[in-house]
């Protein structure tokens, strides 16, 4: 590339995009599920050096404000998560790939990138998403005063997605996908809840990141100790719902989560 002019780079760069269609955003599941990428989200966590926190919130507004006038935005939300300062986190939701490749390329954009980078502590980590079980945009509520969000990762192994999942105490399941959509389906159900979706990373679908809003952190603190949410954990672990132990107690839970369930609290910006 290097005897090539920026300016041909560029018009080669956008000619590619252009040539993009849906059918390549499409994910598809082991089990042959096709999720189709419209709405599509990008899911981003932020990490700055605590005394560049206020800095760093100033420049996330200011970005807020360019991507929710970007054309083909539903939503674009700016976090802060509780108990760090210096934590924020970005929930951008699009009409399709295309429309959040053009903000992505687009100058706001770019500068926010490189006013932000000096101010981090560790990787800008930026995550495509599209729905496998999310409300439509416009009909979630915005955020208020009072309004809670949780976002959390959740690592399902591969073959402890679907039937057979061995790991689990019946290997007919319900299996790791299954568990989190009736997860939301009876989440969706309780007192205070604004949103409670699951989103499946584009580039990796055995990673997914549940979305919540709440009323209230009253709300969420209830939902977090009801039945459904406590046999979920149990389930996630690979245990008997409602033991809290692994049948054989000189071994460990034979979870079906890759990674710990990381379930952090927020409020908007």
Known sequence: MRGL?????????????????AAQHEVKLSNGTVLQPKPYFIVSYIETAPDAA?????????????GKSAKGNLRFEA????????????????????????????????????A????????????????LLAADPKTVAAGRRGTVYVITHVDIIPTEQFAPCKRQVDEKGPCGNAMV???????????????????????R??????VEMWSSARAQRAHTVTPEVQAFRD?????KVGSGVNAN????????????????IYRGM
């Open 5 to 21: 002019s920026c300016a041909f780079v560029a018009g080669l760069l956008l000619a590619c995009t252009a040539g993009i269609s």
């Open 54 to 66: 206020k800095a760093a919130e100033a420049l996330i507004r200011k970005q807020v404000a360019i």
């Open 79 to 114: 976090l802060k998560r509780q108990g760090h300062p210096n934590h924020f986190a970005i929930v951008e939701t699009w009409e399709d790939p295309q429309s959040r490749e053009a903000h992505a390329k687009s100058a706001g954009k770019i500068e926010f990138r490189k």
């Open 116 to 131: 932000i980078q000096p101010m981090l502590y560790s990787p800008y980590d930026e995550r495509p998403h599209v729905g």
């Open 181 to 203: 959509t009736q997860l939301a389906e009876e989440s969706r159900k309780h007192k205070g809840m604004v949103r409670f979706d699951v989103l499946t990373q584009s580039n």
């Open 205 to 210: 679908p055995n990673h997914m990141k549940i």
């Open 235 to 239: 389930r996630l672990a690979g245990i």
């Open 249 to 264: 107690p000189l071994f460990v839970i034979n979870s079906l989560s890759g990674s710990l369930y990381d379930e952090r």
